[in-house]
């Protein structure tokens, strides 16, 4: 069997939704050197200064094998990341805290399993829900480093249940 090929692409702020910059072909030592030089503090300064976008900075690599982690970010706080196995409809959503107290994993440590396909082995994988409802449930029960359900495969979608979760926490805590 052969090695996964992987790929990686980026999005800025100031990219429209659908908007990627290809960064070809990667292996580890590559991928880490991206996520290492993403402009992230920079991103965050141009949506506190209101630049117009859609996009959300992020780093999203693909194996050959129909597999993706998506990372992104909108604060200094930490990561969101999402991991997908398209073969087998299962996935994982967590935060992955700055603060090293906060968080059981460095980014690049999940970039490294993603790599050596061992990510599958350390985090619980669950199914695509069937449905909306599945995807409000388990926001309520997110918990830093733990699984969030959501229906549909796409980064945007990832990124407006992310933004749900943030105006729900908001919510319960006023």
Known sequence: ME?????CKIQLISFSDDEFEEKGIVDLEKALDIFEIFPWNEQFEDFKNGVDTLGI????????ESKQLTIDAQDNTG????????????????FASNDYLKSNYKIEDVITMF?????????KLEP??????????????????????????????????LIALTIFVVLIFI
């Open 57 to 64: 900075p992020s780093i999203i690599f693909q194996s050959s």
């Open 128 to 161: 695509f829900p069937e449905s909306k409802g599945d995807v409000f449930e388990s926001i309520k029960n997110q918990q830093e480093l733990t699984i969030v359900e959501t229906p549909y495969k796409g980064f945007i979608v990832f990124s407006l249940i």
């Open 3 to 7: 090695d996964p090929i992987y790929t």
């Open 115 to 123: 790599f050596k396909n061992t990510l599958e082995e350390n985090f």
């Open 79 to 94: 990561f969101n990341l999402m991991y997908e196995n398209k073969i087998t409809s299962r996935y994982s959503m967590f």
